[in-house]
């Protein structure tokens, strides 16, 4: 019988993003805030104003800015932008499997770099499974 917990070396954040992503939409963004602030540099969180609620999260990676907003009925926003000395040259809007398979890629690859980041992806992955 397998274990039933995703481990570090087993699972991706992509994979784990894309299962989450079909389960419960509304705790996507929540999952991301939880398990990147504080661990990836540079994380913006927005919130609502009367809710608190997660609205949208931006993420500088592998060279990139990653948006993800809370869009009208209960949808997203995605899309990935290239920024050149703190200016957005380009955006590229994306499909939210896309997105999130794009963006699992570059946030697997920016915390298995670093000890921290290890150690917050299994404690993200043992949570979410």
Do not use: C
């Amino acid at each position: 019988m397998t274990d039933p917990t995703p481990s570090f070396d087993s699972a991706s954040v992509a994979a784990v993003l894309a299962q989450r992503s079909r389960e419960d939409r509304d705790a996507l963004l929540d999952d991301l805030v939880t398990m990147l602030t504080g661990v990836v540099p540079g994380v913006q969180v927005q919130r609502s104003l009367l809710r608190r609620r997660v609205s949208a999260i931006r993420l500088p990676l592998a060279g990139a800015v990653y948006l993800l907003k809370r869009g009208s009925h209960g949808g997203f926003e995605a899309s990935r932008q290239q920024e050149v000395r703190g200016v957005v040259v380009r955006t590229v809007p994306l499909e939210i499997d896309a997105f999130l398979s794009e963006l699992g890629v570059a946030i697997d690859e920016e915390l298995r770099r670093t000890e921290h980041g290890r150690a917050a992806l299994e404690k993200w992955l043992t949570a979410n499974a």
